[in-house]
């Protein structure tokens, strides 16, 4: 097993020159969507918090995977039904253009979901 990664830099260095691009397009698609969020490495791939967990993305074989948490997708199944995925994630296949807007919806979303949590707590 490799050693674990401590950046995200790290994390897609790993990654081939295309993978790369890809893994930087969605950093940056989360960043300008929620410029508030600290970047982190939690389970192994790259994070974004911001009053908790906001969304994680990571590089694989055949696919870029994002975790923006059920609800997140749950929010844009309809939008997301071209996609492989699971309960708390969606596959966008690395032969495919990134859906960079769709991306930011649901970031925005996040941030807006995140927020309101917050000020319930209050």
Known sequence: MQNPKETIDEYIADFPDEVQQKLQQVRATIKAAAPDAVEAIKYAIPTFILNGNLVHFGGFKNHIGFYPAPQGLEEFKEELSGYKGAKGSVQFPLNE????????????????????????KK
């Open 97 to 120: 253009p990134l859906p960079l807007d769709l991306i930011t919806k649901i970031v925005k979303f996040r941030v807006q979901k995140n927020l309101e949590k917050v000020k319930k």
